[in-house]
């Protein structure tokens, strides 16, 4: 049983050493054709052969990004607070949303290149609507668990609505805010990276399909690392604010 943080890690270590090591010896043996995914060592000599090219494109994904994370996750969050702070918007929005939410979302990617184009607005548009209503969904189950003693007790002080949200529903839902933010903050970047794929004239995603049209194998997986990279740099982020959160709760 893994009981301490120091055995956590140690675990999480090995793990993570065992992928890396099964990606660089499976292909190398040809348990896995490298026209499929060529050894860790290749796609890395891709990365530096072609970094010119990956630092080129590396820009354009990051800021359709941020602006994306901006909209999807501080929108979905302020909306989900919002709902889930009246109980007949929660009745009224939730089953809306929840049936939106079931159709794929990929197939509208077509009509955000008609109204968009291939620039960055058809990607920030489409990770916008991929990541904003699993992040107002988190956040409004979050808060709707809430203890309905606390706003009664705010609103027979006299708070109004707006004081409750921020001195009551924030305060005592942030963990599961950093939740919504870990899962709308993923979904952005699968949804900035998908939209690049399937069309766009620069980004990681550009450069993984233009790889991947020439049957390079190690430059597609040079650009999957890149991503790989952004979504662990997330994870970081979240994991600090987490423990700081922690903190402040405590204190």
Known sequence: MLRTPSQIRWAQ???????LAGWELLPRFGVIPKLFVPSLSEAIGALYEYRAEYLAHLPAT?????????LACGGGVTLGMLIASSPRARRMALPVLRSAYAVPMVVLYPVMMVWFGLGMGSKVAFATVFAFVPTLLTTVAGVASLSPHLLET???FGASRWQRILYVQVPASLPTLIAALRLGGALVIVGVTVAEMLGAVEGLGFLITRHRTLLNSPGVYGGI???????????VLLRRLERRVEKFRES
């Open 13 to 19: 270590a090995a793990l993570a050493a065992v992928i």
């Open 62 to 70: 990051l800021v359709e990004i941020l602006v994306s994370y901006l």
């Open 154 to 156: 705010a609103r027979a």
């Open 225 to 235: 690392i890149l991503v790989l990279v952004i979504t662990s740099g997330h994870e």
